[in-house]
């Protein structure tokens, strides 16, 4: 923990190091004898992130009014403590911002924890109604892509890996190669579990072999990889080895919805190695069997293929050996 002129702040980069240790740590956040007493907790084996302010005798607690928030009581020898902790684990590094925020209001601003807290959701309510420019599902999914990319170059050159990324295009998979297609699918979780988009993403075109590619990132602390130094990182290899794919290369990445102008400061790193799959061999809906009029009415559909302990199809493509994030 640090003072700026600001007040006392907890940067993201100390927490993620303590996440990444898997170690538990506390940052106080006032200075000692002031009250209320705020600590900013990694806390449960460092797993979990949350915020403790120092109750009064009546020990009242705000009501959580997010259904992704959690506030509870805690109690040590001599004080009692509201826990403000996030049910979802995938939003932790904007959860960590948001107790920041409530945190900055009570030591630096002296406003009560109910008044801190409703304050916080009321400004980041006001500022959701603004469209993010990427969630957290894009991001990495961004980040594996850019991994793919760099692995195609090994083999095929830069020029012609930025010319076979259509999925920024809108196309209906993510790489198209003269001899097979690509579809790439990246999670946080522990079990390899894809959104799938569509009834014809995982459809082969005729004629074609499309194979499926699985990636699981995990918080990588200091050795990982932000997706700015994945995106600056390819852009300086294209530039230098096919500058004449740069202006494709930058329409990709608008089209995929970065900016150097996003805040990022994520770490990731490959949880395990890269999963490829023929997409033949896969389970996926089929809507044939319905009557016409049936399948006339179904405009979308959206559904979760989980593909853990599935063993690597035989004979994949070259192209993609010795994987890893640019």
């Not at 008044?115 to 400004?123: D, I, K, L, P």
């Not at 490959?270 to 799959?277: A, I, K």
Request: hydrophobic share 40%; with cysteine; charged share 20%.
């Amino acid at each position: 923990m640090t003072d700026s002129p600001s007040g006392p702040h907890v940067a993201w980069t100390d927490v993620e190091y303590y996440l990444g240790l898997g170690q538990a740590t506390t940052f106080p956040l006032s200075r000692p004898g002031a009250h209320p007493q705020v600590s900013y907790v990694v806390e449960h084996g460092g797993s979990d992130i949350a915020l403790h302010v120092e109750l009064d005798r009546h020990g009242r607690t705000p009501q959580a009014t997010l259904p992704t928030i959690r506030i509870d009581r805690i109690a040590d020898p001599s004080r009692r403590y509201a826990r403000i902790r996030t049910v979802r684990a995938e939003l932790i590094r904007d959860f960590h911002d948001f107790l920041c925020a409530v945190a900055d209001r009570i030591v630096v601003h002296g406003r009560t924890l109910d008044q801190a807290y409703a304050e916080t959701v009321q400004a980041w309510s006001a500022l959701l109604d603004r469209p993010r420019a990427l969630s957290l599902e894009q991001r990495i999914g961004l980040i594996g892509e850019l991994a793919v990319l760099r692995a195609l170059s090994n083999e095929c050159g830069w020029a012609a890996a930025v010319e076979s990324w259509t999925g920024p295009d809108g196309e209906e998979h993510d790489f198209g190669l003269p001899g097979f297609d690509l579809e790439v699918k990246t999670t946080a979780s522990e079990q390899r579990r894809h959104t799938i988009h569509g009834i014809t993403q995982l459809t082969p075109t005729p004629g074609r072999l499309l194979w499926f590619a699985s990636l699981q990132l995990t918080r990588g602390g200091t050795n990982g990889r932000t997706l700015a130094e994945c995106a600056q990182t390819v852009h300086a290899k294209v530039a230098e080895h096919a500058p004449a794919a740069l202006a494709r290369l930058d329409r990709q990445l608008a089209a995929s919805g970065w900016s150097e102008a996003s805040r990022d400061d994520e770490r990731w790193s490959l949880r395990s190695p890269l999963l490829l799959l023929d997409a033949n061999a896969l389970p996926r809906l089929d809507l044939s069997a319905l009557p016409e009029v049936a399948r006339e009415r179904i405009s979308s559909v959206t559904y979760v293929l989980d593909v853990t302990d599935l063993p690597a199809s035989p004979h994949p493509p070259s192209a993609l050996a010795g994987f890893r994030l640019p």
